[in-house]
Nanobody, 125 residues
Framework: VQLQASGGGSVQTGGSLRLSCAAS????????KAWFRQAPGKEREFVAA????????YYADSVQGRFTISRDSVKNTLSLQMNSLKPEDSAVYYC???????????????????WGQGTQVTVSS
């Protein structure tokens, strides 16, 4: 299974971007799907997650109210709508998926087995 993230780019502060993630090799029907990001010199950090069978969405405090994670069952994709972007949002964004992690692990990068290649987001002031 390979995940492919796309949609990154360069925007100014306050701008918007929409990231997408698609799966090849199987339907993108993982129980847990998430976005993480990693800035230069920093650890990979949790951004947002969605869990099959639950209407609850999970967000990092730093993006709550600005980012929205969603899934498209028809297109078989995972998306991250990012609004009101800030320079501190600049990072490589990764999609991740896993079938077996438990709820308490949903924000933990090491709990995810499948990763996309990353897409660069740069926000200039």
């Amino acid at each position: 299974v390979q995940l492919q993230a796309s949609g990154g780019g360069s925007v100014q502060t306050g701008g918007s971007l929409r990231l997408s993630c698609a799966a090849s090799g199987r339907a993108f029907s993982f129980k847990n799907k998430a976005w993480f990001r990693q800035a230069p010199g920093k650890e990979r950090e949790f951004v947002a997650a969605i869990r099959r069978g639950s209407s609850f969405l999970y967000y990092a405090d730093s993006v709550q109210g600005r980012f929205t994670i969603s899934r498209d069952s028809v297109k078989n994709t995972l998306s991250l709508q990012m609004n009101s972007l800030k320079p501190e949002d600049s990072a490589v964004y990764y999609c991740a998926a896993d079938d077996t992690l438990i709820l308490s692990q949903i924000r933990v990068a090491s709990a995810y087995d499948y990763w996309g290649q990353g897409t660069q987001v740069t926000v200039s002031s």
